[in-house]
């Protein structure tokens, strides 16, 4: 199988669209691609290649099938390359692609644990167990690119305007809290704090 940084760059090649190639870097995230004259989008390539242990992840069996795990620090990069960034997985198991935006790997629910590595001396190493289905899923990479410039055509509301939590993620059951904010409150707030 072909991985899947060669099949993102056969792809975006054949639609004839500028991009950079970091996927080399530690420091970059694996690519940047121009949308139009104005947006590019970046984001990290990730694979599911086969299932993770169960007792070394303490995964029960029927939620391995939707987990990914990926490293707190790429976690991160993304962060920094935001707001427009993100990351994309190929799962090889059962198929597909995820698009997750800088926004879902912010706010959806996840594990983190530090996993002991051995180099030099012991060390620990930040990884976040995700689970899948709080992506976007897609059949093909014409789909995902479609979620870019969508991302990017609604990125006022996803950023400034949308009052109510953002997502709707497996693993999380947002309720309502507090009393009615009613429109007095509003005016006192801002009497107060401008």
């Not at 390359?81 to 799962?91: E, I, L, N, T």
């Not at 996993?115 to 789909?143: F, S, Y």
Request: net charge positive.
């Amino acid at each position: 199988m072909q991985s899947f940084e060669q099949e993102i760059k056969a792809f975006l090649l054949t639609k004839k669209l500028e991009y950079k190639d970091s996927s080399s870097s530690f420091k970059r995230l694996d690519f940047s691609v121009r949308l139009d004259e104005t947006w590019t989008f970046h984001f990290d390539a990730k694979e599911k290649r086969q299932k993770y242990n169960l007792h070394n992840w303490k995964l029960p069996a029927d939620q391995e099938p939707h987990t990914f795990i990926i490293d707190d620090l790429a976690a991160r990069k993304i962060l920094a390359f935001g707001p427009y960034s993100g990351m994309v997985v190929r799962d090889n198991l059962l198929g597909g692609y995820y698009f997750y935006s800088v926004l879902d790997l912010f706010l959806m629910p996840k594990t983190r644990v530090n996993r002991p590595i051995e180099k030099q001396q012991k060390a620990l190493k930040g990884k976040w167990v995700i689970d899948l289905r709080n992506g976007t899923k897609c059949a093909n990479l014409d789909e995902i690119l479609r979620l870019f410039q969508q991302y990017i055509a609604k990125r006022e509301d996803l950023f400034l305007n949308i009052l109510e939590c953002f997502g709707n993620y497996v693993g999380e059951d947002i309720g309502e809290r507090g009393e009615v904010r009613r429109a007095d409150y509003w005016d006192t707030d801002v009497k107060a704090t401008r």
